[in-house]
């Protein structure tokens, strides 16, 4: 036997609207603010239907049921119009990564430090990674030192947030840029 399940979209409207309204009894709450006090389902329909505006329930799991009279055609826009600004207006933070090699030249290291600043002073959070191969594994502390002198350099600009930690044969840390204090 097999179960159907009732999918609803996202875009499909839940709403409480007019006669989706099935509570007997409601606390209702005029245009301007105002609360009218509690009264039948009826009722606060044939009042809202007066002012040419719709019933919409604020809050359903209220004791009793909430509901505000609106225009709800104006209340529907507004809201996508606010998903839509909090949705443009989010910044999206990528996670870029960067590979050392635990016997780096200066030259490379200054090169990496280049990147690194870069992603940082866009925004990005900075994921550094060293794989020890082969007999370097028996190096730990060589490359535990150029993943502090990397950390150390790019302090200024950025702040660990996730320490250096060996997994494996690859230690990695993950950088940050260091939030600017609002005045």
Same mark, same amino acid.
């Given at each position: 036997?097999?179960?159907?399940?009732?999918?609803?979209?996202?875009?499909?409207?839940?709403? /409480?609207?007019? =006669?989706?309204?099935?509570?007997? +009894?409601? $606390?209702?709450?005029?245009?301007?603010?105002?609360?009218?006090?509690?009264?039948?389902?009826?009722?606060? /329909?044939?009042?809202?239907?007066?002012?040419? $505006?719709? !019933? $919409? *329930?604020? @809050?359903? %799991?209220?004791?009793?049921?909430? *509901?505000?009279?609106?225009?709800?055609?104006?209340?529907?826009? =507004?809201?996508?119009?606010? @998903?839509?600004?909090?949705?443009?207006?989010?910044?999206?933070?990528?996670?870029?990564? /960067?590979? !050392?090699?635990?016997?780096?030249?200066?030259?490379?290291?200054? &090169?990496?430090?280049?990147?690194?600043?870069?992603?940082?002073?866009?925004?990005?959070?900075?994921?550094?990674?060293?794989?020890?191969?082969?007999? /370097?594994?028996?190096? !730990?502390?060589?490359?535990?030192? @150029?993943?502090?002198?990397?950390? +150390? #350099?790019?302090?200024?600009?950025?702040?660990? #947030? %996730?320490? @250096?930690?060996?997994?494996?044969? &690859?230690?990695? *840390?993950?950088?940050?840029?260091?939030?600017?204090?609002?005045?």
């Amino acid at each position: 036997m097999s179960v159907i399940r009732k999918v609803v979209p996202n875009n499909v409207n839940t709403d /409480l609207v007019n =006669e989706k309204i099935r509570f007997r +009894e409601v $606390l209702v709450i005029d245009a301007d603010g105002t609360q009218l006090g509690v009264m039948s389902r009826d009722d606060a /329909l044939k009042r809202a239907m007066d002012q040419e $505006l719709d !019933l $919409l *329930c604020v @809050a359903p %799991k209220g004791n009793p049921p909430v *509901c505000k009279i609106l225009d709800y055609g104006r209340y529907r826009f =507004e809201a996508q119009k606010k @998903a839509k600004d909090a949705k443009r207006k989010q910044h999206v933070v990528e996670l870029k990564s /960067l590979r !050392l090699p635990p016997n780096i030249d200066k030259h490379d290291f200054d &090169t990496k430090m280049r990147h690194a600043r870069k992603f940082i002073e866009q925004g990005h959070k900075v994921k550094v990674d060293m794989r020890f191969r082969g007999r /370097l594994i028996t190096r !730990l502390d060589v490359g535990r030192k @150029a993943m502090n002198q990397f950390i +150390e #350099e790019i302090s200024d600009i950025a702040q660990v #947030e %996730k320490r @250096a930690s060996l997994e494996g044969n &690859t230690m990695s *840390c993950v950088l940050a840029p260091i939030k600017k204090k609002q005045q």
